[in-house]
């Protein structure tokens, strides 16, 4: 299955440039000239990664990844006329994944788009948490676990519960499965409840994003992961 890849560019020519190199490179590229657009296509299906010009007619390209960073982890790549430095710093502050300026070669960009998608999970990766919307990411290298780019100072059984969670989304774990996935030995820490533990990671996530709870509580039940983003 091929990625796709969203392109919001205003001025034609430029996207007709970028969507040949890109179908060379065997993407699915889809076209829209405003953020507004960009935000409908969104939300009606995710994609891989996003080019992004930052002037756009409707809105402003930092802006509008600002509002797509509230919900989606998708790599971003800008456009820009503007090569100023403090743009470049801006761009990857908000969010940005790369910057590429104006006037590029579309062979320069879709290296770029390829080098990008290189380093982001799959969307059929085999952890859940790879998909491309979704605003997690696992650096199993580094046994770490990155909610909204940031990374999260996690316990061990933080880190596995939390990583338990990500590789189902939606799926309601019992704390009694919880508790037999995460915990070598349930008998010996019968005081370190999986309550505990979730209550502590909700704490982290929700230090890097106070309006977001990515963990539902199933009274009675258990906890699973936001399944929709
Ligand atoms: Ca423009």
Redesign the pocket.
Same mark, same amino acid.
């Given at each position: 299955m091929s990625q796709r890849i969203l392109v919001v560019? #205003?001025?034609p020519a430029i996207a007709d440039t970028i969507t040949y190199a890109l179908h060379t490179e065997g993407f699915e590229v889809e076209w829209c000239a405003t953020g507004e657009e960009s935000l409908r296509i969104l939300a009606a299906n995710p994609v891989d990664l996003i080019v992004l #010009?930052?002037?756009?007619?409707d809105r402003n390209g930092f802006d509008l990844c600002k509002e797509i960073r509230k919900t989606s982890a998708v790599p971003v790549i800008f456009l820009t006329?503007r090569t100023s430095e403090v743009d470049r710093v801006v761009g990857l502050e908000i969010g940005g994944d790369d910057y590429v300026a104006k006037p590029f070669s579309p062979r320069e960009l879709a290296a770029r788009v390829k080098a990008v998608l290189r380093r982001t999970p799959s969307v059929q990766g085999e952890s859940n948490a790879a998909r491309a919307n979704s605003p997690f990411f696992i650096d199993k290298d580094r046994m770490q676990i990155l909610y909204f780019g940031k990374p999260l100072d996690l316990s061990r059984y933080e880190f596995r519960i939390l990583e338990v969670l990500l590789r189902r989304p939606g799926w309601v774990y019992s704390r009694d499965k919880l508790m037999e996935m995460v915990w070598e030995a349930p008998e010996a820490s019968m005081d370190r409840t999986v309550d505990t533990h979730v209550k502590t990671v909700r704490a982290k996530l929700k230090a890097i994003k106070p309006d977001l709870d990515p963990i539902l509580t199933h009274r009675g039940v258990g906890y699973s992961l936001r399944e929709s983003w």
């Amino acid at each position: 299955m091929s990625q796709r890849i969203l392109v919001v560019e #205003d001025e034609p020519a430029i996207a007709d440039t970028i969507t040949y190199a890109l179908h060379t490179e065997g993407f699915e590229v889809e076209w829209c000239a405003t953020g507004e657009e960009s935000l409908r296509i969104l939300a009606a299906n995710p994609v891989d990664l996003i080019v992004l #010009d930052v002037g756009l007619p409707d809105r402003n390209g930092f802006d509008l990844c600002k509002e797509i960073r509230k919900t989606s982890a998708v790599p971003v790549i800008f456009l820009t006329a503007r090569t100023s430095e403090v743009d470049r710093v801006v761009g990857l502050e908000i969010g940005g994944d790369d910057y590429v300026a104006k006037p590029f070669s579309p062979r320069e960009l879709a290296a770029r788009v390829k080098a990008v998608l290189r380093r982001t999970p799959s969307v059929q990766g085999e952890s859940n948490a790879a998909r491309a919307n979704s605003p997690f990411f696992i650096d199993k290298d580094r046994m770490q676990i990155l909610y909204f780019g940031k990374p999260l100072d996690l316990s061990r059984y933080e880190f596995r519960i939390l990583e338990v969670l990500l590789r189902r989304p939606g799926w309601v774990y019992s704390r009694d499965k919880l508790m037999e996935m995460v915990w070598e030995a349930p008998e010996a820490s019968m005081d370190r409840t999986v309550d505990t533990h979730v209550k502590t990671v909700r704490a982290k996530l929700k230090a890097i994003k106070p309006d977001l709870d990515p963990i539902l509580t199933h009274r009675g039940v258990g906890y699973s992961l936001r399944e929709s983003w």
